[in-house]
């Protein structure tokens, strides 16, 4: 810090506390809930989980870690393919 006095770095560094420490949107409560999920987003979000876990699933198949008869694991694909519609394409 050179050519800065002590004085000047205190009151810069006071000034930048105060900074922080004023009030804003979110401390005050003028900021709004998001808007709540429509239930086809919902869907959506659910069927994606199940599909990410097929995605690990069949690569646990490919390395012979699962031979992919397990009811469990059969149970996913099936959850995956009939949950899955057309609409979700444009959200992939």
Avoid at 21 to 29: C, K, P, Q, Y
Avoid at 45 to 55: E, M
Wanted: charged fraction near 25%.
């Amino acid at each position: 810090m050179t050519g800065t006095t002590l004085e000047a770095f205190r009151t810069s560094i006071k000034s930048r506390l105060n900074k922080m420490n004023e009030a804003s949107a979110v401390s005050t409560g003028a900021v709004s809930d998001p808007t709540p999920l429509s239930q086809s987003e919902i869907d959506f979000g659910a069927w994606r989980n199940d599909y990410r876990k097929w995605q690990k699933v069949k690569e646990l198949i490919t390395f012979e870690v699962l031979a992919g008869t397990e009811t469990q694991v059969v149970a996913l694909k099936n959850q995956v393919v009939t949950g899955f519609k057309a609409a979700y394409i444009d959200l992939i």
